[in-house]
Protein backbone atom coordinates (compact mmCIF):
# COMPACT_ATOMS: atom_id res chain seq x y z
CA UNK A 1 0.00 0.00 0.00
CA UNK A 2 1.62 3.42 -0.62
CA UNK A 3 1.55 6.09 1.47
CA UNK A 4 3.07 9.37 1.52
CA UNK A 5 3.65 11.76 4.18
CA UNK A 6 4.54 15.30 4.25
CA UNK A 7 6.10 17.11 7.20
CA UNK A 8 7.82 20.81 7.67
CA UNK A 9 4.13 22.92 8.12
CA UNK A 10 3.99 25.42 10.27
CA UNK A 11 3.08 28.92 11.12
CA UNK A 12 5.98 31.85 10.11
CA UNK A 13 6.44 35.24 9.52
CA UNK A 14 6.21 36.65 6.12
CA UNK A 15 9.66 36.73 4.54
CA UNK A 16 10.46 33.83 6.09
CA UNK A 17 11.39 30.31 5.19
CA UNK A 18 10.13 26.67 5.60
CA UNK A 19 11.00 22.98 3.91
CA UNK A 20 8.57 20.67 2.90
CA UNK A 21 9.21 16.98 3.46
CA UNK A 22 7.20 13.77 1.87
CA UNK A 23 8.07 10.66 2.84
CA UNK A 24 6.76 7.34 0.42
CA UNK A 25 6.11 4.04 1.98
CA UNK A 26 5.65 0.99 -0.66
CA UNK A 27 6.35 3.29 -3.31
CA UNK A 28 9.84 4.54 -5.25
CA UNK A 29 10.26 7.98 -6.45
CA UNK A 30 12.14 6.93 -9.73
CA UNK A 31 10.57 7.04 -13.14
CA UNK A 32 7.20 9.16 -12.06
CA UNK A 33 6.45 12.57 -12.06
CA UNK A 34 5.73 13.71 -8.57
CA UNK A 35 5.00 17.46 -7.14
CA UNK A 36 3.33 19.65 -4.59
CA UNK A 37 0.01 21.08 -4.62
CA UNK A 38 -1.58 23.75 -2.50
CA UNK A 39 -5.14 24.47 -1.53
CA UNK A 40 -6.10 27.70 0.36
CA UNK A 41 -9.38 27.82 2.65
CA UNK A 42 -12.15 28.19 0.16
CA UNK A 43 -10.07 28.10 -3.08
CA UNK A 44 -9.57 25.22 -5.53
CA UNK A 45 -6.27 23.15 -5.06
CA UNK A 46 -3.97 24.42 -7.26
CA UNK A 47 -0.34 23.14 -8.61
CA UNK A 48 3.23 24.56 -7.35
CA UNK A 49 6.04 22.16 -8.29
CA UNK A 50 6.47 19.51 -10.39
CA UNK A 51 9.85 17.17 -10.82
CA UNK A 52 9.97 14.24 -13.05
CA UNK A 53 12.20 11.26 -13.74
CA UNK A 54 14.59 13.33 -15.71
CA UNK A 55 14.56 16.07 -12.93
CA UNK A 56 13.08 18.54 -15.10
CA UNK A 57 11.34 20.61 -13.19
CA UNK A 58 8.53 23.47 -13.46
CA UNK A 59 6.80 25.80 -10.98
CA UNK A 60 3.84 27.89 -10.79
CA UNK A 61 4.68 31.54 -11.64
CA UNK A 62 3.90 32.85 -8.21
CA UNK A 63 6.44 30.79 -6.57
CA UNK A 64 9.10 30.78 -9.29
CA UNK A 65 12.24 32.23 -7.73
CA UNK A 66 11.26 31.49 -4.28
CA UNK A 67 10.12 27.92 -4.03
CA UNK A 68 12.79 24.89 -5.11
CA UNK A 69 11.35 21.74 -5.40
CA UNK A 70 13.92 18.70 -5.35
CA UNK A 71 14.14 14.87 -4.68
CA UNK A 72 15.87 11.99 -3.35
CA UNK A 73 15.33 8.74 -5.35
CA UNK A 74 17.31 6.54 -2.76
CA UNK A 75 15.99 7.81 -0.30
CA UNK A 76 12.11 7.78 -1.66
CA UNK A 77 11.94 11.63 -0.43
CA UNK A 78 10.82 15.13 -1.93
CA UNK A 79 11.35 18.72 -0.89
CA UNK A 80 9.80 21.99 -1.36
CA UNK A 81 12.13 24.36 0.10
CA UNK A 82 10.07 27.63 0.20
CA UNK A 83 11.66 31.17 1.00
CA UNK A 84 10.49 35.03 0.76
CA UNK A 85 7.02 33.42 1.73
CA UNK A 86 3.64 35.36 1.67
CA UNK A 87 0.51 35.51 3.67
CA UNK A 88 -1.00 34.40 0.25
CA UNK A 89 0.97 31.20 0.28
CA UNK A 90 -1.13 30.16 3.24
CA UNK A 91 -2.55 26.81 2.63
CA UNK A 92 -2.38 22.97 3.41
CA UNK A 93 0.26 21.72 1.21
CA UNK A 94 0.09 18.43 -0.26
CA UNK A 95 2.38 15.69 -2.03
CA UNK A 96 1.69 13.99 -4.70
CA UNK A 97 3.31 10.92 -7.20
CA UNK A 98 2.42 9.36 -9.80
CA UNK A 99 1.23 12.56 -11.60
CA UNK A 100 0.98 11.10 -15.30
CA UNK A 101 2.54 13.90 -17.87
CA UNK A 102 4.42 16.36 -15.94
CA UNK A 103 3.79 18.96 -18.73
CA UNK A 104 0.09 19.28 -17.70
CA UNK A 105 0.46 18.12 -14.08
CA UNK A 106 -0.04 21.69 -12.32
CA UNK A 107 -2.85 22.47 -14.48
CA UNK A 108 -4.70 18.90 -14.59
CA UNK A 109 -3.95 18.18 -10.89
CA UNK A 110 -4.57 14.56 -10.82
CA UNK A 111 -2.76 12.32 -9.27
CA UNK A 112 -2.89 8.50 -7.97
CA UNK A 113 -1.41 9.20 -4.92
CA UNK A 114 -2.05 12.11 -1.95
CA UNK A 115 -0.37 12.90 0.94
CA UNK A 116 -2.75 14.25 3.97
CA UNK A 117 -1.32 17.25 3.67
CA UNK A 118 0.58 19.76 6.27
CA UNK A 119 -0.53 23.34 6.70
CA UNK A 120 1.72 26.28 6.18
CA UNK A 121 0.31 29.50 7.18
CA UNK A 122 2.27 32.73 7.05
CA UNK A 123 1.24 35.63 8.95
CA UNK A 124 1.47 39.60 7.78
Known amino acids: QVQLVESGGDSVQAGGSLRLSCAASGYTYSGYCMGWFRQAPGKEREGVAVIDRDDRIRYAESVKGRFTISKDSAKDMLYLQMNSLKPEDTGMYYC??????????????????WGPGTQVTVSS
Open 96 to 113: AADLGDCAVALTLRQANY
